[in-house]
Every structure is written in C-alpha cells, then in structure tokens.
C-alpha cells in the first residue's frame, strides 16, 4: 500500500478542522430557569444534536452583552414566543433582531424550532429539577365549555368548514371528491370516539398548527416562521359552528370502530 500523498493528508486535517468547528449563539435567560437546572439539561442535549454551543448570560444583568434570544417569564419577554410552562408561569422565548450573520440567525431559529418539537417536548417532560420543579410544553388554551346549537350555528357551521376545512377534507355531498385524498372526511372522522375534542382542537394537531390562527386565541406566527400554506383565520364562533355542523353529520359505515391511527390530524 502506497503511504499517502502530502497533499491527501492536508486535505484530511482541513476537513478534520472544518467539521470540528462549533458555532455559538447566546441565550440570556432568567434567574429562576438556571437555577432550576433546566438550562443544564436542555442546552447540552441541543449543542450534541445541532453543533451549536450556547453562551450564557443573565436576563436583565446590567453588564449582559445583547444576546440572541431571551428567554423568561412572560410579563418579561413580553414580545416572544410561549415555548413551555411550569405551574401557572409561560415562558416566552424571543429571538432578538441583531446586525449579524445569517448563520447566527439560522441557529437562533433553530433552537426555538427544537424546542417547539416533538423530541423539544420529549426532553422537556423527562427533566425532574431537584427542587421538584417541572415543565411542559406551551400549549394554547381552548374554551371547553359546549355552546347551544341552534339551525343557525349548523347552518353557518357548514359555510364555515367549507371555507375553511373544505380545501382539504371532504365536507359532505357538497363537495364530495374534492377533498385531498389522503386526507379524512368530516362522516370518517365522526365515527371516532373523541371527535369533538378533535374539532375543537384542530388547530393544535399537525399540519394545522403551521398555517392555522383562531383569532383571540393562538398567538401570531412567527416573522421568521411564516405560515406554510395559503393561512387559515377564523374566529371562535365559526370554530364553534363547525363543531355544531360535524355534530349533524352521519359517521361513516365503515363495519368497524375506527381506530386511532386510522385517521389522523382532526377537523379543520
């Protein structure tokens, strides 16, 4: 075997080099989150996975450089993003606009996409401070108390899922076959037993979560997140109308209960 050529071996000791480098970005976060000892537990699990190193700092310290994200209690991070809860707190995280390079910006969203993830939420429910303290996953709150149904809710009700839900889902005989096909109709969706909650959670199940807003209810979507899909806005009470419209229609005849991984995603 022929011993490698100079110029093979520099090549292996930039590549060596290349792919050692760690990039960084800051995150200032509250005092009670570090001493909790989250941020112990979250940010090495992130700098293994994405090569991303964190650099500390205090949220609020006078002599704090200006970081890439805040991160603490709402009433302090006013304007960001609810990424977890512990007890009645929400905890916001904000990426914080800064005259830098695109990688910095990249890796700032990264970590907000992270922990807004399944394996964010994951890492975030196996993590038992000492202090006994806990946290979870932000998830928007929904009004579960069941309105009156009237003619006129089931009749607004099925303009509102035609508008909203129709591009995607077969409604009914109105539009029947114009639905995706790998999509749910709202008669096989009925034929589960949780399909009100369902409904009237919609727009917290996958993909409707990318390009859904309940106005009053789910925060805005991010600027550097912007919806996936042409949006979807409705209000509260044509969310309510649609669940009294699917409350009229027939459950499919499918010989069977359906399970839950027959049908995925919900109304909407």
Known sequence: MRPPTVGLILLCMSL????AQQREISIAASSDLAKSGLLDYLYPRFSFKHNVRILRATLGAPDATRPHLRFGP??????????????EIVYKLEIVELDTDAA?????????????????????????????SAFRQFVAPVETRAPERTIVDISTGQEASLKHCGRCHVVGEINYMKGIGSTPSFN????LADWEYRFR???LLRPHPAFTQIVGVTPPFSKRHPPSLVPIELTPEELEAIVGFVATVKPAELGQPVSMSDATGGGG
């Open 201 to 203: 959670n919609f727009h």
């Open 74 to 87: 709402s009433d302090t991070v006013v304007d960001g993003v609810p990424v977890l809860t512990s007890g």
């Open 188 to 191: 096989m969706l009925r034929t």
């Open 104 to 132: 910095h910006a990249k890796d700032a969203n990264k970590f907000l996409d992270w922990l807004m993830s399944d394996v964010g939420r994951n890492t975030l429910e196996d993590f038992k401070g000492d202090d006994g």
């Open 16 to 19: 060596g080099a290349a792919s």
